[in-house]
C-alpha cells in the first residue's frame, strides 16, 4: 500500500497527466451558451457564459479555460458550484474542470463560434425568372 500511495505522489509532483477515470469522481460540467454566431457586423460574441458543475463527492476542483493559462476560479471541498464568465471571443474555446492541482480533465465543454457571411454570393445576385431572358 506504501508504494502505491509513493507512486501516485510521485506521478502527481512529476506532472505526468492522469485520466479522469483514475480513482476521481464523476463530474458533470454544463455551460451556456455554446454557440455563437457571428458575422461582419458583429465580428466578436460578447456573452456571459453560466458554468454549472456538479460531482458526485466533494472535493478541490478547478474550473480552466484554453484563453487563460491560470485557472478562472477553484472551489475546496464543494461538490457543485457555478461561475460566470463575461467574454469577447471571436473563436472557439473550451471550459474544463480538473481535481485542483492535477492536470486531469474531469469534464470538457467547446464552445463553438459560427461565422456567417451575410455578403454570401447568392444572397447579392439578383434572382432570375425565365421571362427576364426573353
Known amino acids: 500500500m506504501k508504494r502505491v500511495a509513493m507512486a501516485t505522489s510521485l506521478l502527481l509532483l512529476s506532472g505526468a497527466a492522469v485520466q479522469a477515470g483514475d480513482d476521481f469522481p464523476a463530474l458533470d460540467l454544463d455551460v451556456k451558451p455554446v454557440l455563437c454566431i ?75 463560434v459560427l461565422r456567417v457571411d451575410a455578403d454570401d454570393r447568392r444572397h447579392r445576385r439578383r434572382s432570375r425568372h425565365v421571362w427576364d431572358v426573353l
Open 38 to 112: 457571428i458575422d461582419r457586423s458583429t465580428p466578436v460574441c460578447d456573452l456571459d457564459f453560466l458554468v454549472l458543475w456538479k460531482s458526485e463527492e466533494t472535493g478541490d476542483f478547478c474550473l480552466f479555460t484554453d484563453l487563460d493559462p491560470e485557472p478562472l476560479t477553484c472551489w475546496q471541498d464543494r461538490a457543485s458550484g457555478e461561475h460566470t464568465d463575461n467574454r469577447a471571443v471571436s473563436n472557439g474555446f473550451r471550459y474544463w474542470m480538473t481535481p485542483e492541482g492535477v492536470d486531469a480533465e474531469l469534464a470538457t465543454v467547446t464552445i463553438e
